[in-house]
């Protein structure tokens, strides 16, 4: 016998702004998460869209569920549907990009680029059911978590020691890791540390962690 089961989630779907878990709520999240992930206010966020996400954004409201998630408006926000009014209300510039020709790992696909004076960050994430979604690239450095829990980004150089102070400065603070990944450009370079956490992650402890000499970024995410 299988032990796969059915989620509620898989049946009934995310309460949202439809009409798609994925191709709405799904794309808003993403954007959502890319948003806490940047620092500053993107000036200019160009959205490439691939695979089905490419066929149907009009259709589903994909384009508004990007939007509306990069101007910080959850799945269930009924703002996501004036969303183009608000990111110009918001001097926020938003651009499409329709590739058809690019094969990608999931058909819902999206790559977000924010840019604010010299600033940019590339995030990739793909809407996989459910409203469920996967970011899988940062950058350069491939990654691969799901923001389903508390999650701590820190960005740093591929130094020796560098992860055994990241995990000893959370059991320090009295904080449970339920996942840790480490992902790296390339041996010696940049490196991205993603920790799921079964506890809340204060912006104390973030800036903490800046002050190693070797960590350059830390974002939090708390759905």
């Known amino acids: 016998m299988s032990n796969s089961f059915i989620s509620m989630f898989d049946v009934i779907g995310p309460v949202m702004v439809g009409p798609s878990s994925s191709h709405t709520s799904g794309a808003a999240t993403i954007a959502w998460m890319a948003r806490q992930i940047f620092t500053g206010n993107p000036e200019k966020v160009t959205f490439t869209l691939y695979g089905s996400f490419a066929e149907t954004y009009l259709g589903h409201g994909t384009d508004r569920a990007l939007i509306g998630g990069m101007l910080g408006y959850k799945s269930d926000d009924v703002r996501i549907r004036n969303a183009y009014e608000h990111a110009e209300e918001a001097g ?32 990739r994430g793909e809407s996989v ?52 990944k480490l992902f790296r450009e ?38």
Do not use: C
Request: aromatic share 6%; glycine share 4%.
């Open 186 to 223: 390339e041996k010696g370079k940049k490196a991205v540390t993603v920790i799921e956490t079964d506890d809340y992650i204060s912006e104390e402890l973030k800036e903490m962690y800046l002050k190693h000499k070797y960590i350059t970024s830390v974002d939090l995410i708390e759905i």
């Open 129 to 180: 059911g459910g409203g469920r979604v996967r970011i899988k690239r940062m950058n350069n450095i491939d990654v691969d978590f799901t923001g389903e829990y508390s999650t701590i980004i820190i960005s740093h150089l591929d130094r020796m020691g560098t992860v055994a102070f990241i995990t000893t400065f959370m059991a320090d603070h009295d904080i449970n890791i339920a996942t840790l």
């Open 92 to 123: 926020m510039q938003v651009e499409f990009i329709v590739d058809k020709e690019t094969a990608v790992s999931h058909p819902n696909t999206v790559d977000i680029v924010m840019t604010e004076a010299d600033h940019t960050l590339l995030i």
